[in-house]
């Protein structure tokens, strides 16, 4: 009579549960404890009702006055209440007085929860409890553990690829290593390393994964079609990335990692209104969310309102200190305003913290190469390309950086490769994304009295960019070279149409007239005129401002 009671009400909590009744389930919870005479099972049952209703220590004195703390699953439930509270070194001690298990003495575990699956959580919570502390490399280590001795333990790849543990190629080999054990089927380790692919760093393999026949359902999954809207924003396809979140958030309107990217979108495409509905509707709903001040200080940066966009980007990173887009855009809203020292504090903290992004290392770069020092400049974009060798902005900021200091054959090159992986991969060529790619590379080619590939160049920058008085004043000099005095009047007069009184255009201008008034003149008199109108065009601006990276 005893055990049939005693499985009503176990019955009863089961039950309640489903229902999120947890009034409900703790009381008969509790007698479950009272009628089985605290069995294991029933105490973890009461702990965890506890847990959820958010009372942390009511569930840690449970467990401990019913000797559970040196449990495998006692001290997991106990661990987790202390870092859900916020005590972070109490969850700490507690893990670590419970000694690794090896593999030939798996931990005990309670009731529906594998020893591979426990272990794992284990594992995940000491990676989330050394992150909390600032411990990232220990962190790392748990994280990677937790993933190995479960390939499911999805949480354990978001917090190495989120949080930037890691490169590119390190995330793909981890992914390698446990889609390889011997514990999956080969349908399991293909659709894990498919969907685990399309988590890891977007702007490493900037490639579509295609799912196989046998999964073709999951192309319509929020997750995979967030992975590949991110991909496309990495690839400058704002629209279309833009468009894909649309559809991705009427299936699911708050989806995290879609509103990232979404955000990302509409300050590239300037929707000023629709980011500030944004931004205001994420506050009013999750006002403790670093995403939603993030999305607030992005819409105070797309309107210029610098010191709002650092207040709530500032509240942002405090929130989730290994955030990438809020350090980096914090990072920004400084060095719009030429606050160097603040912009290059802001990227160091960055890269101290998310060790396996190159973006940090390229902003420094930046920010270096802006106050006229190429030698740190150059130092780390070349560590930043060696952590994202793929990456065209890095190449690019390159390319502009040995043109300003004057290294012709290493622009040339570094502009090369750069245009090569756009036009290679799948980037969004017609976005004026690329335009100051092909004006530096334009301006290379012009000092170098390449001529005919300087013109190819500006054309491509004018029809990414007509309203860019560099491409026409650029356009302008290489036709004055060329003996195209004409040309070169109409496009000085279309570089003056966008900036009027631009001392390079005015000089061409004036000597290009000159020029073709004394076309009457003897050959002598051509020559000379020529002669000493291209060694005055030398002594003026011979590069364009980099203007490369834009995320």
């Not at 969004?428 to 335009?435: D, E, I, L, V």
Request: a negative charge; aromatic letters at 10%; one cysteine or more.
């Amino acid at each position: 009579m005893a055990t049939e009671i005693l499985n009503i009400v176990r019955n009863k909590v089961d039950a309640e549960l489903k229902k999120h009744s947890l009034s409900n389930a703790l009381f008969w919870a509790d007698k479950a404890v009272s009628l089985s005479g605290g069995e294991p099972r029933d105490v973890f049952t009461v702990a965890n009702v506890l847990y959820r209703r958010g009372e942390f220590h009511r569930a840690t004195y449970l467990l401990h006055s019913h000797n559970q703390q040196n449990s495998y699953y006692g001290a997991y439930l106990i661990a987790k209440s202390q870092a859900a509270r916020g005590d972070w070194l109490e969850a700490k001690e507690t893990l670590e007085s419970i000694p690794d298990p090896s593999p030939l003495a798996p931990p005990p575990t309670s009731e529906g929860i594998s020893d591979g699956e426990l272990l794992s959580s284990l594992y995940l919570l000491k990676g989330n409890v050394y992150q909390a502390l600032d411990n990232l490399q220990i962190a790392a280590q748990y994280f990677r553990l937790a993933l190995k001795t479960d390939p499911y333990c999805v949480e354990a790849l978001e917090n190495l690829v989120c949080n930037h543990y890691h490169s590119g190629n390190y995330e793909e080999d981890i992914v390698m290593e446990v889609t390889s054990t011997s514990d999956l089927t080969d349908v399991e380790s293909e659709m894990i390393k498919l969907l685990y692919s399309g988590l890891s760093k977007k702007y490493h393999n900037q490639e579509k994964r295609m799912l196989p026949t046998t999964l073709t359902n999951l192309n319509e999954n929020v997750t995979v079609l967030s992975a590949h809207a991110e991909r496309m924003y990495y690839n400058c396809k704002f629209r279309s990335a833009h468009e894909l979140c649309l559809k991705i958030l009427k299936m699911d309107p708050y989806h995290f990692p879609t509103l990232l990217v979404h955000t990302g979108c509409l300050y590239e495409l300037g929707r000023k209104n629709d980011l500030f509905v944004l931004g205001h509707k994420l506050v009013e709903l999750y006002p403790r969310s670093y995403l939603s001040w993030y999305t607030v200080g992005v819409y105070y940066s797309l309107i210029a309102k610098w010191e709002s966009a650092r207040q709530c980007l500032s509240k942002s990173t405090s929130l989730n200190k290994l955030f990438a887009a809020g350090w980096l855009a914090y990072g920004h809203a400084f060095a719009a305003e030429g606050e160097n020292d603040q912009a290059l504090a802001t990227y160091f903290t960055a890269s101290r913290l998310l060790k396996g992004c190159h973006l940090p290392l390229l902003y420094i770069g930046l920010q270096y190469s802006s106050t006229n020092n190429p030698l740190l400049a150059e130092k780390f974009y070349k560590e930043a390309m060696i952590m994202a060798p793929a990456d065209p902005f890095v190449l690019a900021e390159l390319g502009a950086l040995y043109t300003q200091t004057a290294k012709w054959e290493l622009a040339l090159s570094y502009l090369n490769q750069a245009l090569a992986r756009v036009e290679q991969g799948d980037h969004q060529w017609g976005t004026t994304t690329w335009a100051p790619l092909y004006i530096n590379l334009g301006q290379v080619y012009r000092i170098t009295q390449q001529y005919s590939e300087a013109e190819k160049c500006y054309k491509h920058a004018q029809f990414l960019a007509s309203d860019s008085p560099e491409v026409h004043a650029g356009l302008a000099f290489v036709y004055a070279m060329q003996g195209k005095s004409l040309l070169a009047v109409e496009y000085c007069h279309k570089a003056l149409d966008k900036q009027r009184q631009e001392p390079f255009s005015l000089q061409l201008l004036e000597m290009c007239l000159s020029s073709l008034s004394k076309e009457g003149k003897s050959e002598n008199e051509d020559e000379d005129e020529e002669e000493d109108g291209s060694n005055v065009l030398i002594r003026l601006p011979q590069y364009a401002p980099s203007q490369m990276t834009s995320y």
